[in-house]
């Protein structure tokens, strides 16, 4: 089977994805948010009960597509599969700000984001070849974040701020005699366990395991795994201490507040 047969079951089938979206994908109000509830049923793997999905929504191969009940996606996002094999599953009440770029980017790939997730204006998320990235249930992600790799998981209850670079990937250069941008990439895989919070523009490299209810710094370099509850700053991060042991240190992680939540 060629790739170009390999995208899309069959001709039909992408073109009524075309012919479906763009009739109803730009109706404004709520002419609009009716229709495409109902009728994207037709080209959507699967569209839950009470969704929002506002104008300007992108969807690509969305045969290959879920989405889960009461999920609100707004104007600007585009969710996109790269072939019929990849995956990318939304689930219940999950929030998808404006912006948002949701990419299953190579053959055999899943991006998977469980109930009650949250992802703010901007979120960039792609999982390579044969990969798996899962935000599981009632995680936040802030605005401009960047998730990238083959292999991420992200737990419960996480908090993770603006501009977090999440990088589950590294690229090959021992041959000086090719460009490196032709001798491919590796990856072992980031892990982030339940309740962590990560403050504004933490990177997080990959091979890194952060444990259960750990918090790191603004601005913080994550190169090595960090124990759980574990306060961790700095280039690179080190465990300052352990999260009962300094009374103040809410004050000394990052900017991510309560209030600056997306209401769902």
Same mark, same amino acid.
């Given at each position: ?84 094999? =990849?995956? *990318?599953?939304? !689930?219940?009440? +999950? ?5 948002? &770029?949701?990419? $299953?980017? %190579? ?106 209810? =750990?918090? *790191?710094?603004? !601005?913080?370099? +994550? ?5 759980? &509850?574990?306060? $961790?700053? %700095? ?30």
């Amino acid at each position: 089977m060629s790739l170009e047969n390999n995208l899309y079951p069959s001709q039909w089938n992408r073109r009524k994805e075309s012919l479906v979206i763009t009739l109803l994908g730009w109706v404004p109000l709520s002419l609009g948010l009716v229709l495409r509830n109902h009728l994207y049923g037709t080209i959507l793997g699967r569209i839950g009960t009470s969704v929002l999905i506002q104008p300007g929504v992108e969807l690509i191969r969305a045969c290959c597509i879920e989405i889960g009940d009461k999920t609100k996606i707004y104007r600007g996002t585009l969710l996109q599969s790269y072939d019929q094999e =990849s995956q *990318i599953r939304i !689930g219940d009440q +999950v929030y998808l700000g404006q912006n948002v &770029y949701l990419y $299953a980017g %190579g053959k055999s790939s899943t991006i998977c984001l469980r109930n009650r997730v949250r992802l703010d204006r901007g979120v960039d998320i792609k999982v390579l070849e044969d990969g798996y990235i899962e935000l599981e249930e009632n995680t936040y992600v802030g605005p401009y974040t960047c998730i990238s790799g083959q292999k991420i998981k992200i737990g419960k209850d996480c908090l993770i701020a603006s501009h977090v670079s999440i990088y589950a990937s590294n690229h090959n250069f021992e041959d000086t005699t090719r460009p490196m941008i032709s001798q491919g990439y590796n990856c072992k895989g980031i892990t982030i366990e339940d309740d962590c919070w990560l403050g504004s523009k933490v990177t997080v490299v990959d091979g890194v395991t952060i444990g259960k209810g =750990s918090v *790191i710094g603004a !601005g913080a370099v +994550v190169t090595k795994d960090i124990p759980s &509850y574990s306060v $961790a700053v %700095g280039v690179p991060a080190k465990v300052i201490s352990r999260r009962n042991g300094i009374a103040d240190n809410s004050a000394k992680v990052g900017v991510l507040q309560p209030r600056d939540f997306p209401r769902v």
